[in-house]
């Protein structure tokens, strides 16, 4: 068996300002090398290489919401742009735009979070280190890790949670139950199309969560179409 190695690599310098009580904007250079070592077998050798991705950057993010982990109220609005640039030693010439947008709302101590994230490559072709991905916890759950990818991207959420039960106050915070509906898909054109739309997946999970100091705790299930299954337990990592 001969194992792919990639050692990703990079720095980043941005200029920003709050904006009041809103959120942040920022804006700057960024600068990514990834090294890929395929091993001995000469039919990976391929694959082996390095790949430079730096350009510039820009992203305002509008931030309301009252947690960073289980929200109860507010919202968040955050659009982000990028370019490659040559100049910078990057490989390849493409932008890519998204927006992700969040909601929570509470009744009678149950929540409410939705969320759409969009992105498109803006009639550029994604180097495969820079499309969009979907599979993971959270990101259409039932399908492994970055199982999806593409040029454009588009997901919606729906996920209701309750808090059952209180940690200690050396421990953490809240202890949570919850249904997660999430329904989403990537394409590989280079534009916008109605056919992402017509390809998009489903995704049903119920999960645990704890609200911990070390970070959010998820024990999660999901199951989507074509027979998708898959199971997860992360700490420390917020979605």
Not at 1 to 17: E, F, H, K, P
Not at 142 to 166: F, H, K, T
Not at 174 to 195: F, P
């Amino acid at each position: 068996m001969t194992q792919l190695r990639n050692n990703d690599s990079g720095m980043a310098l941005d200029v920003g300002s709050t904006l009041d009580k809103w959120g942040e904007w920022r804006g700057g250079v960024v600068e990514r090398h990834i090294t890929t070592a395929a091993g001995t077998d000469p039919q990976f050798a391929a694959l082996a290489g390095a790949y430079n991705g730096s350009g510039y950057r820009v992203q305002v993010t509008l931030d309301q919401m009252d947690a960073t982990s289980f929200p109860h109220s507010g919202w968040l609005l955050r659009g982000q742009g990028f370019a490659s640039s040559q100049a910078l030693g990057a490989q390849r010439s493409f932008r890519n735009i998204g927006m992700d947008a969040r909601e929570a709302l509470s009744w009678r101590g149950s929540t409410v979070l939705w969320r759409l994230r969009w992105g498109t490559s803006a009639g550029s072709h994604l180097p495969d280190p820079e499309s969009y991905f979907l599979g993971g916890i959270m990101n259409l759950s039932a399908w492994r890790r970055d199982e999806l990818n593409g040029n454009q991207l588009i997901l919606g959420q729906i996920n209701a949670y309750q808090q059952i039960n209180s940690l200690p106050a050396g421990v953490g915070k809240g202890v949570y139950a919850g249904l997660l509906l999430e329904e989403g898909g990537t394409s590989s054109n280079s534009q916008w199309s109605q056919n992402i739309v017509q390809e998009l997946h489903n995704s049903e999970s119920v999960w645990l969560g704890a609200d911990t100091l070390l970070g959010p705790l998820y024990l999660s299930f999901a199951v989507g179409d074509h027979a998708h299954k898959a199971a997860y337990l992360s700490w420390g990592v917020t979605y």
